[in-house]
């Protein structure tokens, strides 16, 4: 499985943005596929997950309200659209694939090759 993560750029503070991220294979109902940031000199951090079949969502405190995951089960494709960004977003984002619910880096078995995000002030 191959996951390819896009959309990053630069914006402002404030602006929008929405990654995406396509799996070259079918995503089976009992996945959870996930969002992670990393900043520079800083550690991967969770930012939300979906649980594939039934499509419920699960978000780190950081973006709660501002970030929203959906999926496209027909395009084996998830969505993370980002309002409000701010500096403290800026980081490069990566989608990946666990076999169950998880949130911490170990527990996903696919990544994506990451896309930057940089949000300026």
């Known amino acids: 499985v191959q996951l390819q993560a896009s959309g990053g750029g630069l914006v402002q503070t404030g602006d929008s943005l929405r990654l995406s991220c396509v799996s070259s294979?079918?995503?089976?109902?009992?996945?959870?596929m996930g969002w992670f940031r990393q900043a520079p000199g800083k550690e991967r951090e969770f930012v939300g997950n979906?649980?594939?079949?039934?499509?419920?969502?699960y978000y780190a405190d950081s973006v709660k309200g501002r970030f929203t995951i959906s999926r496209d089960g027909a395009k084996n494709a998830m969505y993370l659209q980002m309002n409000s960004l701010t500096p403290e977003d800026t980081a490069v984002y990566y989608c990946?694939?666990?076999?169950?619910?998880?949130?911490?880096?170990?527990?996903?078995?696919?990544w994506g090759q990451g896309t930057q995000v940089t949000v300026s002030s």
């Open positions: 990946a694939k666990a076999l169950g619910f998880a949130t911490a880096p170990p527990e996903f078995n696919n």
């Open positions: 294979s079918r995503i089976f109902s009992s996945a959870v």
């Open positions: 979906i649980r594939w079949g039934h499509g419920r969502v």
